[in-house]
């Protein structure tokens, strides 16, 4: 999920009703909500448990995403036949890349293991319609790696002087102990993914240009 993303909680005294996730005009959200106590306290939409094939039940929770057009293009739906050709390549996207739900059984967010419920969620875009991939295409473009070398280089010197190291070696020996003790403590694939998202590329990707 990308960084900083909204999540806003709806509660009937000590109940959850709703999840957001994501802001109301954001590209992307996500609403899961108790839709037993929907059709409970609103009526007249009963037809729909006959759709379902159940029995009026308690606690059926609809999970349900909006796409805004900017997304959809993104994944090449300009049409409702495009959006039907990949609707369980959306779901798939959308439940295993976008978001997930994990258990809190390790300290890295990215080894949790995916919630047994979640993984339910994400099974059932099998029976969505269309078979063809949706791969998202990333309008932005970000800076070449040739950038960051140069960023880096030019704060290497600062360093040195820092350390009082004039050996270009020493120095390069010294930082990199430095960032992977930086790095030790935190979450440096979570935070390449978020990365990947902010510049508008693919973090899934083999190879970044």
Known sequence: MPSKTRIRLEEDGADLETVYI????????LRIYNKSEELAANGGKDWLWTIWGI?????VWRVEFQLRRAVLKQFSVRSISDLTDRLSGLWDYLTNKWVSFRLQDNEN?????????WLAVAKSGSLLSGGTAAKR???????????Y?????????????????????????????????????RDFEGEYRIRCLQLGLDPDAEVQA
Not at 55 to 59: D, L, S, V, Y
Not at 109 to 117: G, I, Q
Not at 158 to 178: I, S
């Open 137 to 147: 295409s990333y309008l932005r473009t970000a800076m070449p790696a040739e950038w």
């Open 149 to 185: 070398v140069a960023h880096i280089s030019g704060c290497l010197a600062g360093f040195a002087a820092r350390q009082g190291l004039k050996n270009l070696g020493d120095v390069l020996h010294q930082l990199l102990d430095r960032i992977r003790t930086y790095w030790a403590s």
């Open 109 to 117: 967010a990215t080894r949790r293991t995916v919630h047994p419920w």
């Open 55 to 59: 029995e009026p039940t308690p606690g």
């Open 22 to 29: 994501g802001g109301r005009k954001s590209s992307i959200q």
